[in-house]
């Protein structure tokens, strides 16, 4: 089982804390990670671009001049894609860029990127992150206690005074449990995360 560091939020080690062999020692497939985030990504996309044809641009009904013996090259109409305000040649339309990915799969990668945390040694977990009111400066030092740059802080339910304590903090980020993805796993550097936040995780993917 992999052991790591208990801590307060001053960065003072309470004790040693075992994380479930199922979740944080699997072995890490970087393909299935990839797949996930090339998902996660695409799926984000909105799809809404669209552009016009020449079948769709306003005028050009009739042929600008004769076929022959003007001197000119031959024109159809004026909405021809050469032409100034002319259609679009392969235009693009509104589509899906949906990609599904098998839950099976979903569930891999997650437990490949908490366990690549875990290799690198750049997880924390946190005995409990309680705030009585937003302060950024705690946070800030939370953060130089850990030497942690960019950040994932990770809480097991929804906290708006630790969430706008780090808000404006540059490469800080801060999420619920539910909320956490592969992406943002890989995105940044490091991973503070609660104690109960850690349990939610094991009771899902354990």
């Known amino acids: 089982m992999p052991i790591v560091?208990?801590?307060?939020?001053?960065?003072?080690?309470?004790?040693?804390?075992e994380l479930s062999d199922k979740v944080f020692g699997v072995e890490v497939n970087q393909y299935v990670m990839h797949q996930v985030v090339v998902a996660l990504l695409a799926n984000k996309r909105q799809g809404t671009q669209s552009a016009k044809t020449r079948a769709e641009v306003s005028g050009g009904g009739i042929k600008p001049w004769?076929?022959?013996?003007?001197?000119r090259a031959r024109q159809g109409s004026i909405r021809s894609p050469q032409w100034i305000h002319g259609g679009i040649v392969f235009a693009v339309k509104p589509r899906s860029y949906r990609i599904s990915v098998p839950k099976s799969a979903r569930r891999l990668a997650m437990k490949s990127a908490l366990s690549s945390k875990v290799?690198?040694?750049?997880?924390?977990?946190?005995?409990?992150?309680?705030m009585d009111a937003p302060k950024t400066k705690e946070v800030i030092k939370?953060?130089?206690?850990?030497?942690?740059?960019?950040?994932?802080?990770?809480?097991?339910?929804?906290?708006?005074?630790?969430?706008?304590?780090?808000?404006?903090?540059?490469?800080?980020?801060?999420i619920p449990v539910n909320n956490l993805n592969v992406y943002d796993l890989l995105k940044f550097e490091k991973l503070i995360i609660t104690k109960d936040a850690v349990s939610k995780i094991e009771e899902v993917y354990a």
């Open 142 to 174: 939370m953060l130089d206690a850990f030497e942690a740059k960019k950040t994932l802080i990770v809480t097991a339910e929804s906290n708006q005074n630790v969430y706008k304590s780090a808000r404006n903090i540059q490469g800080v980020s801060v």
């Open 119 to 130: 290799e690198e040694n750049q997880i924390v977990v946190l005995e409990s992150l309680e």
């Open 66 to 71: 004769r076929q022959k013996g003007t001197g």
């Open 5 to 17: 560091g208990l801590f307060n939020k001053e960065g003072q080690k309470i004790t040693d804390f």
